[in-house]
């Protein structure tokens, strides 16, 4: 295959992130179309899709003990400077522009609503006001992917919407086996962006085990012991994943580095990895190979699943992957890793996306574990779910494709009635 595609679309799909993707897209839209006001807003509308509306009502935001749209909202108006930092912009979170965001906030000056009809599962429209004038951005089909912006009715900048999708059909193209044999062969230069990616996301699950707003990472540090692999890797898998996932979940100002827009995701990929590597002692290149297994992996299901989804991608999508890159990392022949794929997404197709918070860190952690003690039972134990069971079909790309199905069409009402409950849930909170 075409190494030069795959080594494109792993840094096009590997983006920096501060925060939960969704409010940190809703303050970068917000934050571009202030620039192009060219002054402070008196008010804010932002009109997102239901996808981002259930990933982002219960978040924390970076850095101000706040949760939810409208606190990214209001914060996007002082964050006006940073837009070409695309989903770092929260990196430059300060006390005295959450202060500001506060009162802006109670001051009643920020309207969110999610649109039942879009023109992408994510989409998201700011439009700030000022003494008669009008300015907006939307963004679409990616976080950071800004598609327009105009003021007072006309439109200053435009482009097509489906900026990686080519790029990913491309990569799709291709076998699996042709993918892992492609990786097998490459050199430490050409993929060591990734151990660089991962450096990043353990120094979030660091601070997200040190920092008492946090319990799970903790709590699981204390639980660690001296065993044997697998489980020690499955405990520090687990351990890596559910810290970083959490701090970022409360809103800590930690960046992580994101696969395939989402942050979760890669928090799974990059710590589930590392993890795996740092137990079996592996080199620098065989870890940076696992690693682009598991990315590639992950890449090459949500080229099928696409952005939102109604089951958890983390599960389904990035432990799967690191599922194929563990048993990479413990000399598996391609069979060891199709069939360690299929144990994952035949164990955990059906567990839902109900938006982002903590309990994304129970889940993506308990998935990373399971996907490292598939990986070895696969491998070792030349034990999986048999091929043409259930979801599982007789080769990787046609149960792929099957997940593909089950979330678009398969799951549409599914992903109306979270939506409904998320809603419900939220009008019970503000009565207490």
Same mark, same amino acid.
């Given at each position: 295959?075409?190494k030069?595609?795959?080594?494109?679309?792993?840094?096009?799909?590997?983006?920096?992130?501060?925060?939960?993707?969704?409010?940190?897209?809703?303050?970068?839209?917000?934050?571009k179309?202030?620039?192009v006001?060219?002054?402070?807003?008196?008010?804010?509308?932002?009109?997102?899709?239901?996808?981002?509306?259930?990933?982002? @009502?219960?978040?924390?935001?970076?850095?101000?003990?706040?949760?939810g749209?409208?606190?990214?909202?209001a914060?996007?108006?002082?964050?006006?400077?940073?837009?070409?930092?695309?989903?770092?912009?929260?990196?430059?979170?300060?006390?005295?522009?959450?202060?500001?965001?506060?009162?802006?906030?109670?001051?009643?000056?920020?309207?969110?609503k999610?649109?039942?009809?879009?023109?992408?599962?994510?989409f998201?429209?700011?439009r700030v006001?000022?003494e008669?004038?009008?300015?907006?951005?939307?963004?679409?089909?990616?976080?950071?992917?800004?598609?327009?912006?105009?003021?007072?009715?006309?439109?200053i900048?435009?482009?097509?919407?489906?900026?990686?999708e080519?790029?990913?059909?491309?990569?799709?193209?291709?076998?699996?086996?042709?993918?892992? =044999?492609?990786i097998?062969?490459?050199?430490?230069a050409?993929?060591?962006?990734?151990?660089?990616?991962?450096?990043?996301?353990?120094?979030?699950?660091?601070?997200?085990i040190?920092?008492?707003?946090?319990?799970?990472?903790?709590?699981l540090?204390?639980?660690?012991?001296?065993?044997?692999?697998p489980?020690?890797?499955m405990?520090?898998?687990?351990?890596?994943?559910a810290?970083?996932a959490?701090?970022?979940?409360?809103?800590?100002?930690?960046?992580?580095?994101?696969?395939s827009?989402?942050g979760?995701?890669?928090?799974?990929?990059f710590?589930?990895?590392?993890?795996?590597?740092?137990?079996?002692?592996?080199?620098?290149?065989?870890?940076?190979?696992?690693?682009?297994?598991?990315?590639?992996?992950?890449?090459?299901?949500?080229?099928?699943?696409?952005?939102?989804?109604?089951?958890?991608?983390?599960?389904?999508?990035a432990?799967?992957?690191?599922?194929?890159?563990?048993?990479?990392?413990?000399?598996?022949?391609?069979?060891?890793?199709?069939?360690?794929?299929?144990? @994952?997404?035949?164990?955990?197709?059906?567990? @839902?996306?109900?938006?982002?918070?903590?309990?994304?860190?129970?889940?993506?952690?308990?998935?990373?574990?399971?996907?490292?003690?598939?990986?070895?039972?696969?491998?070792e134990?030349?034990?999986?779910?048999?091929?043409?069971?259930?979801?599982?079909?007789?080769?990787?790309? =046609?149960?792929?494709?099957?997940?593909?199905?089950?979330?678009?069409?398969?799951?549409? =009402?599914?992903?109306?009635?979270?939506l409904?409950?998320? =809603?419900?849930?939220?009008?019970?909170?503000?009565?207490?």
């Amino acid at each position: 295959m075409d190494k030069q595609l795959l080594i494109d679309v792993m840094k096009n799909e590997i983006e920096k992130s501060t925060g939960c993707t969704d409010p940190g897209s809703v303050s970068l839209a917000v934050a571009k179309a202030t620039e192009v006001l060219g002054e402070k807003p008196d008010r804010v509308e932002v009109d997102v899709s239901p996808n981002v509306y259930k990933n982002g @009502v219960s978040v924390g935001v970076p850095g101000t003990d706040g949760r939810g749209l409208d606190q990214a909202a209001a914060l996007g108006v002082f964050l006006f400077r940073w837009t070409d930092e695309r989903l770092g912009i929260c990196d430059y979170v300060e006390s005295g522009m959450v202060d500001k965001s506060k009162e802006y906030l109670e001051e009643g000056n920020v309207k969110i609503k999610y649109l039942r009809q879009v023109p992408d599962p994510l989409f998201i429209e700011a439009r700030v006001y000022r003494e008669g004038k009008l300015a907006w951005a939307k963004i679409q089909s990616d976080y950071s992917n800004i598609v327009e912006t105009g003021m007072n009715g006309e439109v200053i900048f435009s482009k097509p919407a489906e900026i990686a999708e080519e790029k990913v059909d491309g990569l799709v193209s291709y076998s699996v086996s042709e993918i892992i =044999e492609t990786i097998r062969c490459m050199e430490l230069a050409e993929i060591e962006f990734l151990i660089e990616a991962a450096k990043i996301n353990k120094t979030a699950s660091n601070i997200g085990i040190a920092n008492g707003k946090a319990k799970i990472g903790s709590t699981l540090f204390e639980m660690l012991e001296d065993v044997n692999f697998p489980y020690s890797a499955m405990m520090l898998g687990k351990l890596y994943t559910a810290s970083a996932a959490e701090a970022r979940m409360i809103g800590l100002n930690v960046p992580i580095m994101a696969i395939s827009g989402s942050g979760n995701h890669g928090i799974t990929n990059f710590l589930g990895m590392t993890a795996a590597a740092e137990i079996l002692g592996v080199s620098n290149v065989e870890f940076a190979r696992g690693l682009a297994v598991s990315s590639a992996i992950t890449i090459y299901i949500k080229g099928h699943i696409k952005r939102m989804t109604a089951f958890c991608g983390c599960s389904v999508a990035a432990a799967t992957g690191v599922a194929a890159g563990t048993a990479y990392l413990l000399g598996g022949s391609y069979e060891d890793m199709v069939n360690a794929m299929h144990s @994952v997404i035949g164990a955990l197709a059906g567990i @839902v996306c109900d938006g982002a918070k903590e309990s994304c860190a129970y889940k993506l952690s308990t998935a990373t574990s399971a996907a490292i003690e598939y990986a070895y039972l696969a491998k070792e134990k030349d034990v999986f779910i048999p091929r043409g069971n259930g979801i599982v079909g007789h080769t990787i790309e =046609e149960t792929f494709r099957n997940m593909g199905r089950l979330n678009n069409p398969g799951m549409l =009402e599914t992903d109306k009635c979270l939506l409904d409950i998320i =809603e419900s849930v939220q009008n019970e909170n503000k009565k207490l």
